[in-house]
């Protein structure tokens, strides 16, 4: 049964760090690109950051771009994103998913087998 399984969320902070992760199951991740979405309340869900199989690609949304970064570790089948200078507009359910194929592009319809998510709150 294919499934990712994310952890690491929390309440930090603003300024703070987490370093989220994604790790999947069921299936082999190196051959699957991997992204990041979140969703706060009454919000739509949006990308934030998808990387390639192998790693050599990232692709950032402009909330990420200089304080976020995404990487893998194929060997433990596991995705992480390190998020750093956290804002309360981050707030979120953070979620972990698999390319189903279309590159690297944060449009969640080219993402699949979504995991249940991990809540960061930013408050002080």
């Known amino acids: 049964q294919v499934q990712v399984v994310e952890s690491g969320g929390g309440l930090v902070q603003p300024g703070g760090a987490l370093r989220l992760s994604c790790e999947a199951s069921?299936?082999?991740?190196?051959?699957?690109?991997m992204a990041w979405f979140r969703q706060a309340p009454g919000k739509e869900r949006e990308g934030v950051s998808s990387?390639?199989?192998?790693?050599?690609?990232?692709e950032y949304a402009d909330l990420a771009k200089g304080r976020f970064t995404i990487s893998r570790v194929n060997a433990k089948n596991t995705v992480y994103l390190q998020m750093n200078r956290l804002k309360p507009e981050d707030t979120a359910v953070y979620y972990c998913?698999?390319?189903?194929?279309?590159?690297?592009?944060?449009?969640?319809?080219?993402?699949?087998?979504w995991g249940q998510g991990t809540q960061v709150t930013v408050s002080s």
């Open positions: 998913a698999v390319s189903l194929g279309l590159g690297l592009v944060l449009d969640q319809s080219y993402f699949g087998f």
């Open positions: 069921g299936f082999t991740l190196d051959t699957y690109a």
């Open positions: 990387i390639s199989a192998s790693g050599a690609s990232t």
